[in-house]
């Protein structure tokens, strides 16, 4: 049974930092593409980051987040990072872990076939 689950959100104050972490297992994650989404309350679930597994891991990030964000995989290849840096207040959003069955990034979700359940992170002003 695959299972991909989130952990490290929270509430923080504008500009601050969060880590979030997703741990993958049931199946080897470690050629696979995997991504962030996010949904913030009435909106749709959008793209935030991807890493995919070609040659090398290649990173890839909506120009909302870009520059501030840094997608990762960790050593474990199973475990992949979003790092969060100065955080705003339309960051806050239920953020999502997802993985496909492929190499390749994508950035709309029905392209992810896992998910994890979510995590909260809040950004105060």
């Known amino acids: 049974q695959v299972q991909l689950v989130e952990s490290g959100g929270g509430l923080v104050q504008t500009g601050g930092s969060l880590r979030l972490s997703c741990a993958a297992s049931?199946?080897?994650?470690?050629?696979?593409?995997m991504g962030w989404f996010r949904q913030a309350p009435g909106k749709e679930r959008e793209f935030v980051a991807a890493?995919?597994?070609?040659?090398?891991?290649?990173?890839y990030y909506a120009d909302s987040v870009k520059g501030r964000f840094t997608i990762s995989r960790g050593n474990a290849k199973n475990t992949v990072y979003l790092q969060m840096n100065s955080l705003k207040p339309e960051d806050t959003a239920v953020y999502y872990c997802?993985?496909?069955?492929?190499?390749?990034?994508?950035?709309?979700?029905?392209?992810?076939?896992?998910w994890g359940q979510g995590t909260q992170v809040t950004v105060s002003s």
């Open positions: 049931g199946r080897p994650f470690s050629n696979r593409a």
């Open positions: 890493i995919s597994r070609w040659s090398s891991d290649t990173t």
């Open positions: 997802a993985a496909r069955d492929g190499r390749y990034y994508a950035t709309a979700p029905e392209e992810y076939d896992y």
